[in-house]
């Protein structure tokens, strides 16, 4: 069982950036995706960024341009470098690792981060 624990959060002034990290207990190489959400009180839990194995990503259309997504395999890490921040990117931030079993898919979750953006 593959644990995620992240790190980085913390309080950051409108305009600052961040770093998040989420440190795997063991090797990520076999997760065919891995991913950040993020949920705001009361809100749904939503996507942020993904990164494939091969390393496609994706992101929200609200953090294009100011969040970068990247995992490193040999470090088994995936991180989340956040510029330019708003008051709206205030949340817990969930890692995400997305694995494969036969015709179904396991997540493996994070414990959650804290950002809070002050304006």
């Known amino acids: 069982q593959v644990q995620l624990v992240e790190s980085g959060g913390g309080l950051v002034q409108a305009g600052g950036s961040l770093r998040l990290s989420c440190a795997a207990s063991g090797s990520i190489f076999s997760f065919t995706a891995m991913g950040w959400y993020r949920q705001a009180p009361g809100k749904q839990r939503e996507l942020v960024a993904r990164i494939t194995r091969g390393g496609s990503t994706n992101y929200a259309d609200s953090v294009k341009g100011r969040f970068t997504i990247a995992r490193d395999n040999a470090k088994n890490t995936l991180n989340l470098q956040m510029n330019s921040l708003k008051s709206e990117d205030t949340a817990v931030y969930y890692c995400?690792?997305?694995?494969?079993?036969?015709?179904?898919?396991?997540?493996?979750w994070g414990q959650g981060t804290q950002v809070t953006v002050s304006s």
């Open positions: 995400n690792a997305e694995e494969q079993r036969g015709s179904g898919r396991y997540d493996y």
